[in-house]
């Protein structure tokens, strides 16, 4: 009965220590909530990150909310970001920021600027057609 008790005396002892070793360290990602889009429209930003992270850098992006962690502490290795597309030529843009000092990089694409609604495409030719005045 000694035995079997120091057995799993030593097996609570040694639990925390080895639970410690086998712990995985979390994932480090860069979301964003669209993969393109065009200058003026807003994009969330979500990281994970389990240490110290630094500041978004793209010129895809013009961040108008840094990263910051949640106010009431739930998740605490996930930050979240806003920005609004920047007015930058079109063409696929890395987005960057350092995790406990590593870079951690995703990609945004900046499309042309959209097309103002109503405007017409194509210009007409020539003088309306409203009759042929014999009507006069």
């Given at each position: 009965m000694k035995i079997l008790s120091l057995t799993a005396a030593c097996l609570l002892v040694l639990t925390p220590a080895a639970a410690a070793q086998t712990?995985?360290?979390l994932p480090t990602w860069l979301k964003l909530s669209a993969s393109s889009g065009h200058p003026g429209?807003?994009?969330?930003?979500?990281?994970a990150c389990d240490g110290e992270a630094g500041p978004v850098t793209?010129?895809?992006l013009r961040i108008t909310e840094p990263l910051a962690r949640n106010a009431e502490g739930h998740q605490p290795w996930a930050l979240f970001g806003e920005g609004v597309v920047?007015?930058?030529?079109p063409g696929t843009y890395p987005v960057s920021f350092r995790c406990a000092g590593k870079p951690v990089t995703g990609h945004f694409t900046v499309l042309g600027a959209k097309p103002r609604p109503g405007q017409v495409k194509v210009l007409p030719h020539g003088a309306p057609r409203t009759g042929d005045g014999s009507a006069a």
């Amino acid at each position: 009965m000694k035995i079997l008790s120091l057995t799993a005396a030593c097996l609570l002892v040694l639990t925390p220590a080895a639970a410690a070793q086998t712990t995985t360290p979390l994932p480090t990602w860069l979301k964003l909530s669209a993969s393109s889009g065009h200058p003026g429209e807003k994009v969330s930003l979500t990281v994970a990150c389990d240490g110290e992270a630094g500041p978004v850098t793209t010129r895809a992006l013009r961040i108008t909310e840094p990263l910051a962690r949640n106010a009431e502490g739930h998740q605490p290795w996930a930050l979240f970001g806003e920005g609004v597309v920047a007015a930058v030529s079109p063409g696929t843009y890395p987005v960057s920021f350092r995790c406990a000092g590593k870079p951690v990089t995703g990609h945004f694409t900046v499309l042309g600027a959209k097309p103002r609604p109503g405007q017409v495409k194509v210009l007409p030719h020539g003088a309306p057609r409203t009759g042929d005045g014999s009507a006069a």
